[in-house]
């Protein structure tokens, strides 16, 4: 068997556990579908539940952050923030000095974790945010302007270019532990895809994303290995009218 047979079988394998493979897109019955892809957009996730759908207004639903996630990201930053404080303290009262090494390695540390820590709470508490009145969906703190038709990227699109949404698994192994993450993507009209989130807590994402079809009117691509005995199916929203009652 050649090295490039064992990276192809290995390459096979791992999409499998990843949750694509095997999954048949002519059983939403849908062109879109076909033209999709239905592997992980977002590799990685997390193995709790980090984000959670809000209703903001009766126009604006959005994914924020939870407390466990925030908590997550400031462990980090307070530690790190902890270190610093705790070395520089032993500086100031003479038990250290500034330039050696046993004081330089420590606020080197202690900075990298801080700096981190302040990143991953930044990044991973900006809002998604599905804004009706202004059309459109947008990942982060700053508004987008007003998109058109054409004015897709990777964090931002009109609604009305969303087709679909995509429940997908990926099956994530570490070194010290291996656990199963699920990813909410939009699929677009033209078959492209947007992650929104990606999390451990099943349960929670698939009763938002429910919540978020029906305030779309988009259908459902679950293709969770777990889900209903009835296999891959696309869930049909209720129509506009139902939602105002």
């Not at 998604?128 to 969906?137: E, G, N, P």
């Not at 010290?176 to 492209?192: F, R, T």
């Not at 779309?216 to 869930?235: C, E, T």
Request: aromatic fraction near 10%; glycine fraction near 8%; charged fraction near 20%.
């Amino acid at each position: 068997m050649t090295p490039t047979m064992i990276k192809s079988l290995t390459r096979k394998w791992k999409r499998s556990r990843e949750g694509g493979e095997g999954v048949d897109p002519s059983g939403f019955d849908d062109p879109v579908a076909t033209q999709t892809d239905w592997f992980p957009a977002a590799p990685g996730g997390a193995s709790f539940g980090t984000h959670r759908l809000v209703q903001v207004s009766a126009n604006r639903i959005e994914f924020s952050a939870t407390l466990g996630a925030k908590f997550f990201f400031l462990v980090f930053l307070f530690a790190g923030l902890g270190v610093l404080c705790f070395q520089v303290n032993r500086i100031r009262i003479g038990q250290a000095y500034l330039l050696s090494q046993d004081s330089l390695v420590p606020i080197l540390v202690g900075s990298i974790f801080a700096v981190v820590g302040s990143c991953m709470y930044w990044f991973g508490t900006a809002p998604r945010v599905f804004d009706q009145s202004r059309a459109t969906f947008w990942h982060g703190r700053k508004e987008p302007a007003m998109l058109d038709a054409a004015g897709r990227s990777e964090k931002s699109t009109p609604l009305s270019s969303i087709h679909a949404l995509q429940l997908l698994t990926e099956y994530v192994s570490g070194n010290k532990n291996s656990y199963y993450s699920y990813e909410l993507n939009l699929v677009l009209d033209d078959g492209s895809r947007i992650n929104v989130v990606d999390h451990g807590n099943l349960k929670r994402l698939r009763s938002d994303t429910q919540t978020l079809s029906q305030f779309l009117g988009k259908p459902v691509w679950d293709a969770i290995r777990n889900a209903p005995a009835s296999g891959l199916q696309a869930l049909k929203s209720p129509s506009r009218r139902q939602l105002t009652k």
